[in-house]
Structures are given as structure tokens and as C-alpha cells.
């Protein structure tokens, strides 16, 4: 009879031992995120704290600005990743060197693969479905969710009041150089997400000419602020070749917006949004 209930009792902790190894959340992560929008998914995930590492591209929130450095995104360092001893890294899949993913990979730290592009709300609310799930905080991950699509709500009513779409380019300045975003950047994905229509067709960023600018004539110019402190300044937008001729400029119709938004959708997107469709719209 007591060795009965010594063999019940046994089997009772070994049961209950297999439930909580079962149920083991990793809460002491070290985690090293490149992409800007991913990071801002785990903050606002509530494991912020977790983060021992960020790319140049993660500048939000403001605590983001003291964590260890592993370059820019398309410039990784994987000595420097390494060099964080992450438990987990989680990437966006355009992350640069090509085979950085990869090393990280074989050097045996867990790795967390998301899409940037074609950038769109459906894959915002995957990738923080998917981080949620890989930290154990899929409550968290489901108010996020739910938080981001009541705010848009009001602002999807507003669009669909515009059929005709505002006409808009996004131009980046760097280096002397102007790029257009084309489709497959997160620059196109913002201004659809906000009612507007990207004239440029082409895939990814290029240089258009003066003429091309003028020809496409857009109603809306959006700029990151990056590209201002490279102007020079606001006052020098009419630097840009053909500009000037613009809708846009001489109506006075351009926008900047935060460099930080650009990095992948983020749980930002109800405030960029909101910025660019009222500079879209005017309403
Ligand atoms: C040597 C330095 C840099 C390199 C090699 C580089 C490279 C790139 C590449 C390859 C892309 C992707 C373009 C595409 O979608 O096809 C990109 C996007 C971008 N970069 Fe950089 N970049 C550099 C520095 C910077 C700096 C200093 C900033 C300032 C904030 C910046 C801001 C951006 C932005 C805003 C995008 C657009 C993302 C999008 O709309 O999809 N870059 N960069």
C-alpha cells in the first residue's frame, strides 16, 4: 500500500514536471533584432527588455538609441552580433551581407526569418503573430493586433471617400543622388496603406531624370528627413532637378516623414498613416 502511494505520488511530479517543462517560456532571451519595424514589434510586445542588440535602422523607441550597435541593415556585422552572445536573432529576410543569416545560423543561435516586402497590413499582423509565438506572448500579440486595426478603422472610412487617388513620389536624397521608390519598398507600401497611388512602377529605388519628374508631374512629394539633412535643409528642396516644375512643389504640397518609419511596417502605421493621408488629402 505505501509503495502504492509513493509510485502515485512519483507520478504525480513527474506529470507535473513534463507540464511546466512543456509550458517553459524562455523569458531570459537575448535578443538582437536588424530591421526597425521588428524591433518596434518586440517593444511593443512588452520583451524590450530582452533586446541586447539593434541594427541602424532601429531607432524607436527612444531606448533603442543606447543598446549595442550591429550595423545597418544592408551592412551587417556578424562578429558583431555574435559578439552579443544572442540566444535569438530576429531578422528581416533582406538583411545584408547576403549570407549573414545564414552564419548566424550556423554558429548556432536560434534565428527568426520575417518578410518586409511587398509590405502590407496582412504582413504587419503576421510577423507580430510570429514573434509573439516565438516570445511566449501571444495575449500580447493579439491586443497589438486589435489596437492597430481599431485606429486604422477610421482612417480606411476616409479613404474610400477619395476614388481618385492623390498622385504621389517618394524621393530619397543621398549623396548627391535623388532615388525614387518603386513598388517592393516600404516607401510604396506606406503610401498605399494611406490612400495614395505611387506613380513610379519601377521595382525598388532609381534615379529618374529631371524630364521623368516633370512628365509624371505628382500632386504629393514625400521625403524621409535623412534625405532633408542631406539637402541641406528644407529651403533646399528646389535643388532636386525639376522639382520646381512639379504640382507638388508649387502648391506646396510635400511631406516628411521620420526616417524610423521606413523599415518595414511597423506598429507605427496607424501615426504614418494618418501623416501622410492628411497630407494626401488635405481633410
Ligand atoms: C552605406 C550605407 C547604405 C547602404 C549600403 C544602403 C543600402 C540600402 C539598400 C540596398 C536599400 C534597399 C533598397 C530597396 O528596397 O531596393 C536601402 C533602403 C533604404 N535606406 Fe539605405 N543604405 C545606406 C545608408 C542609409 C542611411 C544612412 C539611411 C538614413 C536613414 C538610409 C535609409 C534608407 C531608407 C529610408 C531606405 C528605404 C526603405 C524602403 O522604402 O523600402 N540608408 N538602403
Redesign the pocket.
Known amino acids: 500500500m505505501k509503495k502504492k502511494i509513493i509510485a502515485q505520488i512519483s507520478l504525480f511530479w513527474l506529470i507535473f514536471a513534463f507540464n511546466s517543462m512543456a509550458n517553459y517560456s524562455p523569458t531570459n532571451e537575448r535578443i538582437v533584432v536588424a530591421g526597425g519595424s521588428l524591433t518596434e514589434i518586440v517593444f511593443a510586445l512588452g520583451a524590450g527588455d530582452q533586446v541586447v542588440g539593434v541594427d541602424?535602422?532601429s531607432n524607436y523607441p527612444d531606448t533603442t538609441k543606447q543598446l549595442p550597435q550591429i550595423g545597418?541593415?544592408?551592412?551587417l556585422n556578424v562578429e558583431g552580433i555574435l559578439s552579443l552572445s544572442p540566444s535569438l536573432f530576429i531578422t528581416l529576410n533582406?538583411v545584408?551581407p547576403e549570407n549573414v543569416i545564414n552564419q548566424i545560423n550556423q554558429a548556432k543561435v536560434d534565428v527568426l526569418t520575417l518578410q518586409?516586402?511587398p509590405?502590407t497590413l496582412d504582413l504587419l499582423y503576421s510577423n507580430i503573430e510570429k514573434i509573439s509565438a516565438r516570445l511566449n506572448k501571444q495575449a500580447e500579440g493579439k491586443q497589438l493586433i486589435s489596437k492597430i486595426q481599431n485606429n486604422l478603422s477610421e482612417l480606411q472610412k476616409k479613404i474610400l471617400t477619395h476614388p481618385n487617388k492623390a498622385k504621389i513620389l517618394?524621393l530619397?536624397s543621398?549623396g548627391g543622388t535623388n532615388?525614387v521608390?518603386g513598388k517592393?519598398?516600404?516607401?510604396?507600401?506606406?503610401i498605399t496603406i494611406a490612400g495614395g497611388e505611387n506613380l513610379a512602377t519601377h521595382?525598388?529605388?532609381k534615379s529618374y531624370t529631371a524630364e521623368s519628374i516633370i512628365a509624371m508631374n505628382p500632386e504629393v512629394i514625400v521625403l524621409?528627413?535623412?534625405?532633408i539633412d542631406q539637402l541641406g535643409g528644407i529651403d533646399k528642396i528646389n535643388t532636386i532637378p525639376g522639382i520646381t516644375e512639379t504640382a507638388a512643389f508649387k502648391n506646396h504640397r510635400i511631406i516628411t516623414i521620420d526616417?524610423s518609419y521606413?523599415?518595414?511596417i511597423g506598429p507605427r502605421i496607424d501615426e504614418v498613416a494618418n501623416i501622410l493621408y492628411q497630407g494626401f488629402y488635405q481633410d
Do not use: I, P
Not at 524621409?224 to 534625405?227: A, F
Open positions: 541602424k535602422t545597418y541593415w544592408k551592412l533582406d545584408e518586409r516586402v509590405g517618394f530619397m543621398m532615388s521608390a517592393n519598398t516600404t516607401a510604396d507600401a506606406l521595382t525598388s529605388y524621409n528627413t535623412y534625405s526616417d521606413l523599415f518595414g
